[in-house]
């Protein structure tokens, strides 16, 4: 079993810029596909972006270009680098981690069996 803690959330303005860190620990592989996903109040669960084990990546339409996925595989961290925040971004971000389908590059959060708590995110205009 594999144990996903979110920091790093917190209050910005717009235009402003935040980092999301998510510790792994316990039964940890690295041979894994992980992601970030983000639900505000009455909306749906979405997928803000993938990386699978081939390291690969991929980014819903609406934060291609100011955010970006990587992880420390030394530190069993993956980080989100969130750039020129709207409001729209606003939420609680999740994330996620998936030990089967680790080549599946899909913002779809089917397969992914751990994950963290969330951190909440708010972006003012």
């Known amino acids: 079993q594999v144990q996903l803690v979110e920091s790093g959330g917190g209050s910005v303005q717009a235009g402003g810029s935040l980092r999301l860190s998510c510790a792994a620990s316990?039964?940890?592989?690295?041979?894994?596909?992980m992601a970030w996903f983000r639900q505000a109040p009455g909306k749906e669960r979405e997928g803000v972006a993938v990386?699978?084990?081939?390291?690969?990546?991929k980014y819903a339409d609406s934060v291609r270009g100011r955010f970006t996925i990587s992880k420390d595989a030394a530190k069993k961290t993956l980080y989100l680098q969130m750039n020129r925040l709207q409001p729209e971004d606003t939420g609680m971000y999740y994330c996620?981690?998936?030990?089967?389908?680790?080549?599946?590059?899909?913002?779809?959060?089917?397969?992914?069996?751990?994950w963290g708590q969330g951190t909440q995110v708010t972006v003012s205009s």
């Open positions: 990386r699978d084990a081939y390291t690969r990546t």
């Open positions: 316990g039964s940890t592989t690295s041979n894994v596909r």
């Open positions: 996620a981690a998936d030990s089967s389908s680790v080549y599946w590059l899909d913002l779809s959060p089917a397969g992914f069996g751990d």
